[in-house]
């Protein structure tokens, strides 16, 4: 299955293959920065997993080199902090998952890309917006 390049394109899937939802405004989110975890062949890094920022994981991906706390203005970043919603790379969520410091998932604005890399079992066991 092949997903366009094309940001705020509607028709991209999330896990359960519906529609997928906004993430972040909020930061604005996104590999594209439209808010969503939509995804393209630009986006080497699957910036799949909508995620909850939380303290262990933000320390924990600062430690292998990707401080996402510190404001670079200069790139329009505001810097995370516990709460925030982003859209992860689907490869370093699991590596938090691995090393327990995995944060909660909104599976509604998770792109399906992310189930290359992550198990949708695995997306459900930190799942946010499940009932």
Known sequence: MAFGPIANDDAQPNVFGE???????????????DGCCNTGPEDGGSHTVCAEMTEAFLRFTAA?????STPRPE????????GDRWCLCA????????????PRVHLLATHQRALEIVALDDLKEHAADLS
């Open 19 to 33: 529609p997928i939802l906004p993430c972040s405004t909020d930061p604005v989110t996104g590999f594209y920065r």
């Open 64 to 68: 292998r080199g990707n401080d996402l």
């Open 75 to 82: 790139f329009g970043f505001p810097g995370l902090k516990p």
């Open 91 to 102: 490869a370093r969520w699991e590596e938090a998952r691995l090393a327990g410091a995995a």
